[in-house]
């Protein structure tokens, strides 16, 4: 035999290594980049306008409560309604606001700088000075007032509270 002749040499080694091209891994990396961006935006965007549907469903139920309470005040006591009137305004400033005034007291509320920061100044002083009538009404030893007045002047400021909230 012929000592001359050699194996067939490993052809790998010959073989260029397989890669990724460059221009491969940039467009890939730049479509990564705009995918989180247009991601973002579009979740920003959506909790956003979840923000202000449930500002609406905030308001649409606190004036369908404050339209209950008003077809038939005579029947409910005084410190009951302004209960009743208070908790439906503090829920909405909650609900609209995520301010927490409706899980505090009327001297929590009074004394806690910035709150309802989300109003305007108007309102919020309108809001305030009301809350606290109304607290005066349901804690007070002399408790009188015109009911139709206080559903009025709730729906009012339930309103006003609505119109500045609204972007």
Known sequence: MND??????????LLPLPGIP???VVALFI????????????????AIT???RHRGA???LAAAALE?????PAEIPLP????GISLILRSYIESATGDPAIFETREELGARDGAM???DEATRSGMMAYLMELSELEYGPHAEGNRDDLLAKASTLLEQARQALEP
């Open 31 to 46: 479509a990564i980049v705009l995918a989180v961006v247009i991601l973002v935006t579009w979740c920003r965007h959506r």
């Open 68 to 72: 209950t309470w008003h077809a038939n």
């Open 22 to 24: 460059a221009w491969l």
């Open 117 to 119: 920061q989300q109003l």
């Open 50 to 52: 979840a923000k202000f």
């Open 58 to 60: 905030a308001y649409r």
């Open 4 to 13: 001359d002749l050699k194996d067939i040499p490993d052809a790998d080694r």
């Open 80 to 83: 009951q309604l302004a209960a």
